[in-house]
């Protein structure tokens, strides 16, 4: 975070403020078509083509920070095993045993050596290689060597891991799929927290919605009035691009004492927080003092999941420590569980009633216009359903 960029933003949002608090606009309404919500094809077609055919975040570098560190989830309904072997490079692997397919591994942890198959025990290097079958003379003729874990392509930046299906592990670059916002995100060392914990949630709504949830804080001083309102302001918002992901830049309370302090004592932190949009799932939230993820996985038009986890600069030791970053955690799952997606699953009924055809978003929300227009260039539409109202 270099103080030039701090200094840069916040002007902005100071200037916003001094103008009568205005924001960051788009060019224009944007009208997005409620179908994209519910049809069973478009929903196929972001299986393929934005969770099999694009870069995915699996995990963080905290996750699996030291040699035999792995973790285990799923994207697009494979299987992945993510492991760091002892050469200390990230590598992911179908999770899928080479004798009957049985997961290898199950959940995160830290193995010495090798995974063991826990179905008859075969068992696989960090690096994906067969190392053992048990019962050699029955598999007289098979060659291990054939027989290692499915390499998946897999890479790592700024802290970031991503897996992506249907890539090529042979030349897929972590860093060239973060694009414009790798500097950035670099500058933040996320490569160094700790993870304190990780939550599941599963909500009876598309995935896009929940997503959507992230794009604007339009919605704050309404729906939040009572829980995050008193933390950060509703209006007063930035949003720059990349080509496909965003970010926006929030604006906290202490932001309007900053014109009566020394320019020099200003830092960004206190004064926003920055949410950035990471095609095709994931929200990257950094707070004043931690860092936190949402990774969105849809489970059907109509459900998603979502694994939510919470990183903070220096790992927690004391029960003081630790105690305040679940409290943390508590309140992003209360306000998210509570407000937002209450809100959002009534709204994935209204799209099922057949009460409108599009929903809009005001130039005031120009994270979810770029969002959403990404996604379908990105799922190859030659004619967007979503389009600018004015067109
Ligand atoms: S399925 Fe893994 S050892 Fe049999
Ligand atoms: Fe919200």
Known sequence: MTRSWQL??????????QAGNTTDVGEDVYRNRVDKYVRAD???AEVEKLFRGLPVLA???????NPGDYMTLDIADV??????????????????????GACVADGRGHTDKTFMCPYH???????????????????AGVDKKEHGLA????????????????GDPATFDAAAWLGGAETELTSFGFQNYFRTETRTT?????????????????????????????????????YDAWETHGRMVVAR????????????????????TLVYHMVPNTVVIQQVDHLEIYQIFPDGPNRCKAIVSLYAPEEPVTDKAKAYWKKNLDLLMQVTETEDFVMCEQIQRSFASGAQEYIQFGRNEPGLTHYHSTLDRLLGLESPVGDLATR
Request: hydrophobic content about 40%.
């Open 151 to 166: 390499p998946l392509a897999c890479g790592e930046a700024a802290g970031f891991v991503f897996v992506h299906l249907d």
């Open 121 to 139: 025990a075969w068992s696989y290097r960090l690096d994906g290689t067969l190392v053992a079958m048990t019962h050699r003379a029955g598999f």
């Open 59 to 65: 995990c963080m570098t905290p996750d699996v920070p």
């Open 79 to 100: 299987p992945v095993l993510v492991a760091r072997g002892e050469d200390g490079v990230v590598r992911a692997f179908r999770n899928v045993c080479r004798h009957r």
């Open 253 to 272: 309370w202490p932001l309007n004492d900053y014109p009566d302090q020394p320019r020099d004592d200003w830092d960004l932190l206190p004064a926003a």
């Open 202 to 238: 599963v909500r009876e709504m598309n995935w896009k919605l929940m997503f959507d949830t992230f794009g604007e804080v339009y919605h704050v001083e309404h729906l939040h009035r009572t829980t995050i309102h008193p933390l950060i302001q509703s209006n007063n918002a930035l």
């Open 42 to 44: 478009r929903y196929e």
């Open 8 to 17: 840069g933003l916040l002007d902005r949002m100071l200037a916003h403020r």
